[in-house]
């Protein structure tokens, strides 16, 4: 009987890439390669285009929600002539999977856009290390019955 289940396909990671992670509405896990993507746009150089926050209604406090655990101290220092990287997703948007930090300090300073990539949809199939769908809930435990007896 054939199986169900995807095929199996191996994806190589160096320990010292950054992976980043995104979890949909769905509970469904994304994770993605950013060196892998920056990599990629090495060996296939494309314009750099902007990303204008404003234009998306991204706010601080939309970054801070977005990213509760992002440090503002490192954010006010990183440099922002380095493109952010985007893979498209599924349902029509784009992800941001390099680049929050700069993206922070852009809206924190006033600064209208910063530059980007948007990796292809075959590219984004690279970079996704692996999908993780959300896992069932279980039925709660009946605590009302009577413990067995050895």
Known sequence: MPSSK???RVVRVNL???IFTFTDATGTQWHW???LGY??????????????PADSQIDIDH????????DEEYAKTVDLSRPILFVPFHDGTSVL???WHRLWRTVSEGVECVPCYE???EEAEQVLVVKIPPRPKLAPM???KERRKP
Do not use: H, K, W
């Open 6 to 8: 995807e095929p199996t």
């Open 16 to 18: 010292s890439d950054q």
């Open 33 to 35: 390669n950013a060196s």
């Open 39 to 52: 990599r990629l746009i090495q060996q296939v150089p494309r314009e750099i285009m902007e990303f204008c």
């Open 63 to 70: 970054l801070r929600q977005r990213y509760p655990n992002l």
């Open 97 to 99: 999977i390099d680049g």
């Open 119 to 121: 990796l292809t949809p």
């Open 142 to 144: 009946d605590t009302q």
